[in-house]
């Protein structure tokens, strides 16, 4: 899987991420995308190095996309308590 194919898969799970921790984020839409394109990637990176999980290289598998969502969820946390929520 290409670096074309990974920023599709970190827009999608971006995408996926906002719907499941719903909220207004300081960056907005924009940087929520930003977060899934960087989350696909530690999860990935996550997958790979700590849960012996080696990633497929086929778009349509279901481990990478639990993968790159998950690791999107976690950035997407951590980006709300550094930079605070304003759901205020």
């Known amino acids: 899987m290409g670096i074309i194919s990974w920023i599709i898969l970190g827009l999608l799970a971006g995408a996926i991420a906002k719907v499941l921790l719903p909220g207004r984020d300081p960056g ?3 940087g929520t995308v930003l977060i899934g394109v960087a989350g696909a990637f530690v ?8 849960l ?13 996309w639990g993968a ?3 690791g999107s969820l976690v950035l997407l946390i951590l980006y709300r308590l550094l930079l605070g929520n304003s759901r205020r």
């Open 43 to 50: 999860g990935g990176w996550i997958s790979t190095t700590f």
């Open 52 to 64: 012996d999980r080696p990633i497929r290289q086929e778009f349509f598998d279901l481990p990478t």
């Open 28 to 30: 907005g839409l924009i």
């Open 68 to 70: 790159a969502i998950g």
